[in-house]
């Protein structure tokens, strides 16, 4: 199960980047040209493998984090405990979930190593709403099927929300982790805990 989790960081690393900011292009093609500027950075910082884990963070924050809709994922995040939640928590808990994400995708990039992604045929889009296919091929491990999911908004521009490996969405597995650490130590605890990772 890690080995899959660590697999799933890395590739919702490796294609959530700089593409997204075209409104005319569907999101696969979006998704499909995101690939050679991400690929370029991280050969340029990790050309003898030795890249720190700032220089991936620099990376993260260019490249993904802007092309990402981390207020969405927040809130979907706090799931019922939005409810209630003042606007300094909601403000410092959006900027904990972007240092989180920042931090465990800069991991993920780290462990590249020159998967090879297929994207398929298939997309769907539904009033806004937009889900990607896609196959990671290594030739040293069995192939991970992903699914982007993506959303339109008021500007016109697609951002990635969740990404699903094996069936597995990421932002669900999270969610459950939150709402429960929610429950048990309170909102600011959990906050403190995601900005500290």
Same mark, same amino acid.
């Given at each position: 199960?890690?080995?899959?989790?660590?697999?799933?960081?890395?590739? $919702?690393?490796? !294609?959530? +980047?700089?593409?997204?900011?075209?409104?005319?292009?569907?999101?696969?093609?979006? =998704?499909?040209?995101? %690939?050679?500027?991400?690929?370029?950075?991280?050969?340029?910082?990790?050309?003898?493998?030795?890249?720190?884990?700032?220089?991936?963070?620099?990376?993260?924050?260019?490249?993904?984090?802007?092309?990402?809709?981390?207020?969405?994922?927040?809130?979907?995040?706090?799931?019922?405990?939005?409810?209630?939640?003042?606007?300094?928590? $909601?403000?410092? !808990?959006? +900027?904990?979930?972007?240092?989180?994400?920042?931090?465990?995708?800069?991991?993920? =990039?780290?462990?590249? %190593?020159?998967?090879?992604?297929?994207?398929?045929?298939?997309?769907?889009?539904?009033?806004?709403?937009?889900?990607?296919?896609?196959?990671?091929?290594?030739?040293?491990?069995?192939?991970?099927?992903?699914?982007?999911?993506?959303?339109?908004?008021?500007?016109?521009?697609?951002?990635?929300?969740?990404?699903?490996?094996?069936?597995?969405?990421?932002?669900? +597995?999270?969610?459950?982790?939150?709402?429960?650490?929610?429950?048990?130590?309170?909102?600011?605890?959990? %906050?403190?805990?995601?900005?500290?990772?």
């Amino acid at each position: 199960m890690t080995k899959l989790v660590n697999s799933f960081l890395l590739i $919702a690393a490796l !294609f959530t +980047a700089t593409a997204f900011a075209s409104e005319d292009r569907s999101p696969k093609q979006l =998704l499909e040209s995101v %690939t050679a500027d991400l690929f370029v950075d991280i050969a340029n910082v990790n050309a003898k493998g030795d890249a720190s884990s700032e220089a991936m963070a620099n990376i993260v924050e260019k490249r993904l984090l802007p092309h990402m809709d981390i207020k969405f994922v927040s809130y979907k995040l706090l799931g019922k405990h939005i409810k209630g939640l003042r606007r300094d928590q $909601a403000v410092d !808990f959006i +900027a904990a979930v972007e240092h989180y994400l920042t931090v465990t995708y800069a991991g993920a =990039l780290m462990k590249y %190593t020159g998967q090879k992604v297929i994207f398929d045929q298939s997309q769907l889009i539904d009033d806004g709403y937009a889900t990607v296919k896609t196959q990671i091929v290594d030739d040293n491990a069995p192939a991970i099927d992903l699914h982007f999911k993506l959303r339109q908004g008021k500007d016109k521009q697609w951002k990635v929300y969740d990404i699903v490996a094996e069936g597995i969405s990421l932002l669900s +597995a999270k969610q459950k982790e939150v709402l429960q650490r929610i429950s048990q130590v309170g909102i600011d605890e959990v %906050t403190h805990e995601l900005a500290s990772k």
